[in-house]
């Protein structure tokens, strides 16, 4: 095939379909590419995300590395990082022209989200300070692979698992300059700050963004949820609660 070809099938590919289609298949870097580029502070990571995503085709592998390749430095990223007394709270950071949304989430002492997707869009999930911890569950009565169907077919006949309760597959730290990735076909997932003496602050990046999810009950039912930033760009203010 002709080169001028395969360059004109890429300059055709709808980025967010291709990235959702993504989901299906990818899983994660555990550690930074061997000749990847460098990122030296939050200011090139933002700048190098969006020049992997000018492009129609994007290497999302090149952007799990990214994520890896940046080392926390609380002087950056401060006066994104706005706490509530209450609740973990999201704070945009960069709004990515509409194809990615990278966040500061803060979360205080033994705060934690509800088990949630993500609709059918990429989470990378870095840790800026302290520790947070991650559970994950199974997408309930979510279609994969022939495969996969028939281990979960397998398991519930063994455990006499109900497919509309949630059941957990995995739970682990994630201490701080390590990257957490999840998509809807790796399952749901629950974060918690498991400390109750000290803050956590964690960098995501969402892509493509998106607006709602779900939140799922221990019985499994899905209930719609509005995503909304308590900050933007370092400003709360009433104006920011959409």
């Not at 709270?89 to 949630?116: M, P, Q, Y």
């Not at 999930?125 to 569950?137: A, F």
């Not at 063994?158 to 990257?179: A, F, M, T």
Request: with cysteine; net charge negative; glycine share 6%.
């Amino acid at each position: 095939m002709a080169l001028s070809k395969i360059d004109g099938e890429i300059d055709n590919i709808d980025q967010e379909k291709y990235l959702r289609q993504a989901t299906h298949y990818y899983c994660a870097l555990e550690k930074p590419l061997k000749f990847g580029p460098a990122v030296d502070s939050l200011p090139d990571l933002i700048s190098a995300l969006h020049r992997e995503f000018d492009a129609n085709y994007v290497n999302i592998e090149m952007v799990n590395h990214l994520m890896l390749a940046y080392k926390s430095n609380p002087k950056e990223w401060r006066k994104y990082a706005k706490f509530d007394r209450y609740t973990y709270t999201r704070n945009l950071v960069d709004a990515g022209n509409g194809k990615f949304n990278l966040l500061i989430l803060c979360w205080g002492e033994g705060h934690s989200s509800s088990v949630h997707d993500h609709a059918d869009s990429h989470c990378f999930m870095k840790m800026l300070k302290g520790e947070l911890r991650e559970k994950r569950y199974r997408y309930p009565n979510r279609g994969g692979d022939e495969e996969q169907q028939q281990q979960q077919q397998q398991q519930q006949d063994h455990q006499h698992i109900n497919d509309h309760e949630l059941v957990e597959i995995g739970d682990k730290p994630i201490p701080v300059n390590d990257v957490a990735y999840i998509n809807d076909n790796l399952g749901l997932h629950r974060v918690e700050n498991p400390s109750h003496t000290d803050t956590s602050v964690s960098l995501h990046l969402y892509c493509p963004p998106f607006d709602m999810c779900n939140i799922f009950q221990s019985n499994g039912k899905k209930i719609p949820a509005k995503v909304t930033f308590w900050s933007k760009y370092g400003v709360r203010n009433k104006a920011n609660e959409q």
